[in-house]
């Protein structure tokens, strides 16, 4: 149990454009899940806390109005990256817990941007 | 979460082998958490040691924990190519999310 899948796998999209990538928790409902960027070469950093039917939690330096987080339901949060640009490029990964009590995230695939 | 620090930076050994590598970090903890990443995917947990555990096995892995040092250490036995990846320790997030130090860089040598 606890899989968490993330779709698209992959995306390439023009500059100026918004991608939205999915989050589901397939086996298990997550009350949190998170949302993670990583550059090449580098280690994930953590954009932003997602509860669900509230509003998401940013990272310091991490713009809300850029990268845009729903969590509209136990299983789904959504992470929109508005007007993309190339510096957008990374690997979006997410995550979930189980419940508020536990500490083990349980991690997408990630999906992999690339702005041009 | 706390970060860890994890050393080397980069290992490399012969499949069969075994691999350890070790993790530092600054203060007191709840729990400390190993995660694997293989090359373009996504984190897959390992292992997760309570801070009044010393020892914790599962399969092929052995995490130890030394609060005392501030420091933890998996041991993967009998290393396959499927081991080759990065592997991070973090301090359990609790409400929070994860912090992510570099990692180590394993490469099982065929």
């Known amino acids: 149990g606890a899989v968490v899948s993330q779709h698209p796998s992959w995306v390439i999209c023009k500059s100026g454009t918004s991608v939205k990538i999915e989050c589901r928790s397939l086996?298990?409902?997550?009350?949190?899940m998170f949302w993670y960027r990583q550059f090449p070469k580098q280690s994930l950093m953590l954009m932003a806390t997602s509860n669900e039917g509230s509003k998401a939690t940013y990272e310091q330096g991490v713009e809300k109005d850029k990268f845009l987080i729903n969590h509209a339901s136990l299983t789904l949060s959504t992470l929109t990256v508005t007007s993309a640009h190339p510096e957008d490029s990374s690997f979006y990964i997410c995550?979930?817990?189980?419940?508020?009590?536990?500490?083990?995230?349980?991690f997408g695939p990630g999906t992999r941007l690339t702005v041009l | 979460s706390q970060q860890g620090e994890e050393d080397p930076q980069a290992l490399s050994i012969q499949e069969g082998e075994n691999a350890t590598m070790n993790c530092s970090y600054k203060?007191?903890?709840?729990?400390l958490q190993w995660y694997r990443q293989n090359s373009g995917r996504g984190l897959v947990h390992l292992i997760l040691?309570?801070?009044?555990?010393r020892e914790k096995h599962s399969g092929r892995l052995r995490v130890t924990l030394d609060t005392s040092k501030k420091s933890s250490s998996l041991l993967i036995t009998a290393s396959r190519a499927a081991d080759t990846a990065s592997y991070f320790c973090?301090?359990?997030?609790?409400?929070?999310?994860?912090?992510f130090g570099k990692g180590t860089h394993l490469i099982i040598q065929p």
């Open positions: 086996d298990f409902q997550a009350t949190t």
């Open positions: 203060t007191s903890i709840n729990n």
């Open positions: 040691i309570r801070s009044n555990e």
């Open positions: 973090v301090e359990g997030g609790g409400a929070d999310g994860l912090t």
């Open positions: 995550s979930a817990k189980r419940g508020a009590g536990t500490d083990t995230q349980y």
